[in-house]
């Protein structure tokens, strides 16, 4: 927690309470993250992964930030209006993407793969076509390319803006040469793996993204997103427009985003800033913790990068 930990304790307990109510830990079928010890999973303690993937500020608004951008690929969408019941259960969709993030970040090994094949066997079954008569699928190799950068450009860049490490391009690098594997496992390929790769694959796919009606009615969605939480509007106001913040320039103008909605993700960007040290203060027994005392290892050492790194 650091040298001013004890500073901070007493906004720990709403907070945690905000967050176990927004993402509650699954009662059914849930994942045991403290057992077998010692199994490291599909990254384990010495990658910049965990210790990536465990500052939620910067991964709830990398996450927003990732629907942002997946709005604009017309088949990425048709999959989720045709196969999602997104206006009416967009929470939900918020909770099954941290349920996998989390589970193949930090599971034992058999429960990571586990997931993946839940997912691949739901992909099967999502196909039609978009909104121009284009046939889309979710297990297309390029579909899940573009996903997995979505999330992975964004995740990346919620940590840099309100992470609580330096984020050098070495470590960006072994960020995504870890993280492509989750995709590569899923079915993409091509994946990026540094972040030139990135941008280029980024310049590559620019030209097939479009802000269209359903993108509209899919972020008007967003905007109204109702967290079963206290100042649910403020605390939706604010993380949505941090994940904003960390569009690129390219997105907001595809998007048509306005000076004063730039404006606002200026100002939600210092307030979730302010705000982080406060929620990591509280969230010290996540399944990050757990899976590092699974592997033997103290929860601290997620504070600083490894030493490769």
Request: a neutral charge.
């Amino acid at each position: 927690m650091g040298a001013f930990g004890h500073l901070l304790r007493p906004a720990s307990a709403p907070i945690r309470r905000w967050v176990l109510t927004a993402f509650p830990r699954p009662q059914t079928g849930a994942i045991d993250y403290d057992h077998p010890p010692g199994d490291p999973g599909l990254f384990g303690p010495s990658s910049v992964t965990w210790r990536m993937h465990a500052d939620f500020c910067g991964m709830l608004a990398g996450g927003l930030c990732a629907l942002y951008l997946q709005t604009l690929h017309p088949r990425a969408l048709a999959g989720v209006w045709d196969h999602s019941n997104f206006r009416g259960d967009l929470v939900g969709r918020l909770r099954r993407t941290t349920a996998f993030v989390g589970a193949t970040t930090y599971a034992p090994t058999a429960a990571a793969h586990d997931m993946i094949e839940r997912v691949r066997a739901i992909h099967r079954h999502v196909r039609g076509v978009d909104e121009a008569g284009v046939p889309y699928a979710a297990d297309d190799p390029d579909l899940l390319t573009w996903v997995h950068v979505s999330e992975m450009s964004s995740f990346l860049a919620g940590f840099r803006t309100y992470g609580p490490l330096e984020v050098t391009d070495r470590i960006a690098d072994t960020y995504l040469d870890e993280t492509r594997r989750i995709a590569e496992a899923l079915g993409a390929r091509d994946v990026p793996g540094s972040v030139a790769a990135l941008d280029a694959y980024i310049e590559g796919i620019r030209p097939s993204l479009v802000f269209g009606e359903r993108s509209r009615t899919v972020l008007d969605v967003l905007a109204r997103l109702d967290l079963p939480v206290p100042l649910a509007g403020l605390s939706r106001d604010v993380f949505l427009h941090a994940g904003a913040a960390l569009l690129p320039d390219w997105a907001n103008q595809l998007l048509g985003r306005t000076d004063g909605d730039l404006r606002k993700a200026r100002l939600a960007a210092i307030a979730l800033r302010g705000m982080a040290p406060l929620f990591r203060a509280a969230l010290t027994e996540g399944v990050a913790s757990r899976s590092c005392r699974r592997v033997g290892v103290d929860p601290g050492l997620l504070s600083h990068w490894p030493p490769h790194a």
